[in-house]
């Protein structure tokens, strides 16, 4: 498999439930994001990775947790969300140096919370 | 980063060019000039990059004036596959730590038949 994947492509969650989004990478890049779209909204970023250490958090509430355990891949922890995070989720990956603006997108996690 | 102003939407009939423009006045002198374009509910897909100089490759081409304060992101022969919201975003390229781009609300073009 090539590019960034995301699982699950869809989620539909409760607000008390816990759940994770992934995100892998396979193009050996080192850095990696997440974004948040919300429907009519642009892009915001919510979270930097860069050699697994987070290098920038976008002032996003504590109900989302994220995690990198290697520079492949990258989770998203989800738990006690309100309906206004219903979303979509992208996660993104560049490489190290000057290529770090040339990022390379998922195709995202659709979620709604109920 | 320089801020840059889109048109919000744009038509392009198949098979003719589309032109898209993109106005960054304050652009710095290490900034670059990158476009992005996003289909409808997918993630977004780079396109080109460009400093001063015209760009191309197999997707577009990418013309930056003179001054550096505009540019336009040209789709030689747009498909109905090409309907997507552009996205022209400027930031110096990052050597340390990893970027963070902003997107704004892009350019929707619509490629009709």
């Known amino acids: 498999e090539t590019g960034v994947t995301q699982t699950p492509r869809h989620l539909v969650m409760g607000m008390t439930n816990k759940k994770s989004l992934k995100c892998e990478q396979h193009?050996?890049?080192?850095?990696m994001y997440w974004y948040k779209q919300s429907a009519k909204k642009p892009l915001e970023l919510m979270f930097v990775?860069?050699?697994?250490?987070?290098?920038e958090n976008n002032s996003v509430p504590s109900r989302f947790s994220p995690e990198c355990p290697n520079s492949s891949h990258l989770f998203l922890h989800l738990h006690t969300l309100q309906p206004e995070d219903s979303a979509l989720y992208l996660c993104?990956?560049?490489?190290?140096?000057?290529?770090?603006?040339?990022?390379?997108f998922g195709p995202g996690t659709r979620l709604t919370v109920l | 980063d320089a801020k840059t102003t889109q048109p919000p939407s744009m038509d392009c009939a198949e098979g003719r060019a589309a032109n898209l423009p993109c106005n960054h006045s304050?652009?710095?002198?290490?900034?670059?000039v990158y476009w992005y374009r996003q289909i409808h509910s997918q993630g977004p897909q780079y396109i080109i990059h460009?400093?001063?100089n015209n760009e191309t490759n197999e997707m577009a081409s990418l013309i930056i004036t003179e001054d550096r304060k505009s540019s336009t992101l040209i789709l030689p022969h747009a498909t109905l596959r090409d309907t997507a919201v552009y996205y022209c975003?400027?930031?110096?390229?990052?050597?340390?730590?990893?970027?963070?781009?902003?997107f704004g609300t892009g350019t929707r073009l619509q490629v009709t038949l």
């Open positions: 304050t652009i710095s002198g290490n900034e670059y």
């Open positions: 460009g400093l001063k």
């Open positions: 990775y860069n050699f697994k250490e987070q290098t």
């Open positions: 993104a990956s560049s490489q190290p140096g000057e290529s770090y603006n040339e990022q390379f």
């Open positions: 193009l050996g890049h080192n850095a």
């Open positions: 975003i400027v930031r110096a390229r990052s050597t340390g730590t990893a970027s963070k781009l902003t």
